[in-house]
């Protein structure tokens, strides 16, 4: 039976971060040890990064976080309450929301039919697509509102599938935005985004923390890009955080320099 997580309505929650706390967190799949002791608190409305070599276990961390898979030990807390067993949609009512490092867009559907689908399950109804956009309804103004944050509003009824890339990660945010979320998991979200485009997607992440009170969790590959833009940054190794800390004092650790030489200990 899945874990009963408080759901708060969008309207009460806008503009209100989460904390969210993993502990001792630990995944085993056929006897290899994916995650190891992870320990993690993020508090309401910061913004902090997860870097680490390929295969450290980010992803993985990301998916058990938003329930894509079940931890083998400890336990995801979302201002204190258990979420660890929770299902998707209850982690997504109680204000979890993430991305992915490929889209998960509806790509025939228009941008706004994206983010209109989004703010129609926010505001109490259903995720039909049958439900055809209107512009006078209450689910349309918020997904407008959300388009037009992220730099979109010119483009609602261009198809999801046929925008550039940097504008489907835009979309996406856009889409995190219109569900009210209170934590986002934001995993790669500069990954094939031309590079004219990553200003201001930078820039979208800024506002989403600063102006609307998210939480923002991110795993992001553009080192630069992600230490001009988090409070603190977690460094995961081996399935296992060995740092934690402001980016000045991460990039200037001893053990994270050497465990992006591979000469770390796990």
């Known amino acids: 039976m899945?874990?009963?997580?408080?759901s708060t309505p969008a309207a009460e929650t806008a503009g209100r971060g989460a904390r969210l706390q993993v502990?001792?967190?630990?995944?085993?799949?056929?006897?290899?040890?994916i995650l190891k002791d992870v320990a993690l608190d993020v508090a309401a409305g910061s913004l902090v990064g997860v870097i680490g070599p390929n295969g450290a276990g980010?992803?993985?961390?990301?998916?058990?976080?938003?329930?894509l898979v079940r931890p083998t030990a400890g336990r995801v807390l979302l201002d204190g309450h258990d979420i660890?067993?929770?299902?998707?949609?209850?982690?997504?009512?109680?204000?979890?929301?993430?991305?992915?490092?490929?889209?998960?867009?509806?790509?025939q559907l228009s941008?706004?039919?994206?983010?209109?689908?989004a703010a129609q399950v926010a505001l109490g109804g259903s995720g039909s697509l049958l439900r055809f956009p209107r512009r006078t309804d209450a689910a349309t103004e918020l997904a407008i509102a959300k388009l037009e944050a992220v730099g979109l509003g010119h483009k609602l009824e261009a198809a999801a599938g046929d925008i550039s890339h940097g504008d489907k990660r835009k979309l996406e945010i856009a889409?995190?935005?219109?569900?009210?979320?209170?934590?986002?998991?934001?995993?790669?979200p500069m990954a094939g985004v031309a590079s004219g485009d990553v200003a201001g997607l930078v820039e979208n992440i800024r506002d989403m923390q600063r102006e609307k009170g998210c939480t923002v969790l991110m795993v992001e590959h553009h080192i630069d890009v992600l230490m001009g833009l988090v409070e603190k940054v977690a460094v995961m190794y081996f399935g296992s955080i060995i740092a934690y800390d402001t980016p000045q004092r991460i990039m200037d650790d001893p053990l994270v320099q050497s465990a992006y030489l591979g000469t770390a200990a796990a």
């Open 2 to 6: 899945s874990t009963t997580v408080p």
């Open 23 to 33: 502990e001792s967190l630990g995944l085993q799949i056929g006897g290899a040890t």
């Open 58 to 67: 980010k992803t993985t961390l990301f998916n058990a976080v938003s329930g």
């Open 84 to 107: 660890t067993t929770a299902s998707v949609p209850a982690r997504a009512r109680a204000g979890l929301g993430r991305t992915f490092q490929t889209s998960s867009l509806f790509p």
């Open 111 to 117: 941008v706004l039919e994206n983010a209109r689908l």
């Open 175 to 188: 889409v995190l935005l219109a569900t009210e979320a209170r934590i986002v998991l934001l995993d790669e």
